[in-house]
Structure formats: C-alpha cells, structure tokens
C-alpha cells in the first residue's frame, strides 16, 4: 500500500518516517514528498581501459556546485539535500518529476529502490538523456520519495545486513567492490 500525503505527514509527525530538513508544502505531493537536488557532485573520470568491477573502483571528481552544467549524454553523481531514514515496517522508492523527466534527465539510472531501515541522504544518479545542456540548480525538486507499507517486518533491516550505504552523508560513490562475492576468478 503507498502512503498519501496524510499518511506521510502522520507518520513524520510521529518520528516513524524521518526527513531533515522537515519538507516545505511545496514538496508535499498527494502520494508523495519531492526531495531536493544538493551541491555535491561526483563525475566519473573517463579512461581509455575498461575499469573491471571485480578488482578496481571507478574514479570520480567530486564537485561542488550551486548550478552544475551537465552536458548532453553526460552522467554525474549527485546527492539529496534530505536525510532520510525509512522504519522497519516500510520501503521507498525514489522516482523522478515529471517536469525534470520531460527535459530529459534520468533520476535514477537503475536504483530507486530504498530498503527498510534505511538511513542517509540519497544518492542520485543523473543522466542527461537529452540533446542540450541543462543546468542543476542546488535546492532545486530533482526528485519524489514514495512510501509503501510492507506486510510484515524483515528479518533484517537495511544495514544489518553489511549493506554499505548505510548512514551515507552526502554523494556516495558505487561501493561495488566491497561485495563479498566479487572476488577475481581463481581467487
């Protein structure tokens, strides 16, 4: 079941559902709460060589920017201004505006889901699918968090579980090589 803005509102009231800084009306949607882009950046570097997955951890400027350009094509890293912690008993979903959509920018590439127990600022991966350059503005509504209500709680919760993103403060970069199970061949 997806939370109304009620029940959202509710829940915020209550400490259930955490979001700081607390969402302005504007930002409250029927079923949803637009979260806004922060200044922080992460662009990958580009090299020549493939960058193995399994043994090697991408390279990335970090940027920090009240208005980043980003070109046609072009993928960056970014962060939320909110710090968003989900209950136990609840999962999100990160979903992109439409009014940010329309102009040709992929909020999340592959990754908008957000386990319960999670705790930390969100982050983002933008692509600009679009034929133009288009402006970032710090503070702008990037992007809607959705709330859904589980049947039951999980055995465990985000975090319990080695996940690595937990607490994550700002723009964090793919932690991939951390897993466990990627291990080079022979190894």
């Not at 409250?28 to 709460?33: A, D, G, L, R």
């Not at 882009?37 to 992460?42: A, H, K, M, Q, W």
């Not at 399994?54 to 990335?60: F, I, L, M, S, T």
Request: proline share 5%; glycine share 8%; net charge negative.
């Amino acid at each position: 079941m997806i939370l109304t803005d009620k029940e959202i509102l509710n829940r915020l009231k209550k400490q259930e559902i955490t979001i700081k800084p607390l969402p302005t009306q504007e930002q409250i949607q029927p079923t949803s709460i637009d979260l806004r882009l922060s200044n922080d950046y992460l662009s990958p570097i580009r090299t020549e060589q493939a960058i193995d997955l399994k043994n090697e951890e991408q390279k990335y400027q970090q940027l920090t920017a009240s208005a980043l350009i980003l070109p046609a094509g072009e993928f960056v890293l970014a962060s939320t201004k909110e710090w968003i912690e989900v209950p136990k008993n609840l999962t999100a979903r990160v979903e992109g505006r439409s009014s940010i959509g329309r102009l040709g920018i992929a909020i999340h590439v592959t990754a908008g889901f957000i386990d319960a127990g999670f705790k930390g600022n969100i982050t983002l991966e933008i692509k600009n699918l679009s034929n133009n350059s288009l402006i970032l503005h710090e503070g702008m509504r990037i992007c809607q968090i959705v709330f859904e209500e589980l049947t039951g709680e999980p055995t465990r919760v985000y975090g319990e579980a080695g996940n690595k993103y937990q607490g994550q403060k700002g723009t964090t970069p793919s932690l991939i090589y951390y897993d466990e199970d990627n291990v080079p061949n022979g190894a």
